[in-house]
């Protein structure tokens, strides 16, 4: 079984460019989640799939981030325009079920993003 | 102020040797989860802890769980090489319709000394 793959696995763009990462999660988890680590903080959720439909998104931190799921398959987070803020790595993690109890998240080796 | 938070921020041990993390947190939970973060890679979930369950075992992990005060403990006996990275305690939302949707402490970096 594959596991859940992110790309690119870095990044680097200057500030007020545009970069979208991508996440495929392992194949049938209908839940996909994306999570953040910036520099010297904690890990952080930013929002939750399930299937094509976005359950929670109250970690998104602001509207220069979009993140789409179509299809229910891989998922998009764009983030357009990036801020120096921004810099950090990016987890996509995913689970079958929805419930923490009997789904543990299953994480992407993330995406490390710069902004310059 | 976080809802997680670990103790201490970094380890060094000896192969051979346990290593001991503590964990504090502010809310009520449904669970608490540990996760393994080798450098460059992404999390691997260790072993989950229900809210009316004080202690559980796994290989050689140990949890512990004090809801009263609101803390765990993660203890690796028998530590090995293999055994350095970060790890980091999650919580849940303590709403079982928020599933997945973890608070994650800051983590304490272990290294295991051969």
């Known amino acids: 079984e594959a596991g859940v793959t992110q790309f690119p696995s870095h990044s680097v763009i200057e500030k007020g460019q545009t970069v979208t990462l991508r996440c495929d999660p392992i194949s049938g988890h209908d839940n996909l989640y994306w999570y953040r680590r910036v520099m010297g903080k904690e890990i952080k959720f930013l929002l939750h799939f399930v299937k094509e439909s976005k359950q929670d998104e109250s970690g998104m931190p602001n509207n220069r981030f979009l993140a789409e799921r179509t299809g229910g398959t891989y998922s998009t987070l764009k983030v357009q325009p990036a801020e120096l803020e921004d810099s950090g790595v990016y987890f996509c993690?995913?689970?079958?079920?929805?419930?923490?109890?009997?789904?543990?998240?299953?994480f992407g080796n993330g995406t490390r993003l710069t902004v310059t | 102020s976080q809802q997680g938070e670990e103790d201490p921020q970094a380890l060094s041990i000896q192969e051979g040797e346990n290593a001991t993390m503590n964990c504090s947190y502010k809310t009520s939970i449904n669970n608490l989860q540990w996760y393994r973060q080798n450098s460059g890679r992404g999390l691997v979930h260790l072993i989950l802890?229900?809210?009316?369950?004080r202690e559980k075992h796994s290989g050689r992990l140990r949890v512990t769980l004090d809801t009263s005060k609101k803390s765990s403990s993660l203890l690796i006996t028998a530590s090995r090489a293999a055994d350095t990275a970060s790890y980091f305690c999650?919580?849940?939302?303590?709403?079982?319709?928020?599933?997945?949707?973890?608070?994650f402490g800051g983590g304490t970096r272990v290294l295991v000394k051969p």
């Open positions: 993690a995913s689970s079958q079920g929805g419930s923490s109890y009997n789904s543990p998240l299953h």
């Open positions: 802890i229900r809210s009316n369950e």
């Open positions: 999650a919580t849940d939302a303590g709403i079982k319709a928020a599933g997945n949707k973890l608070t």
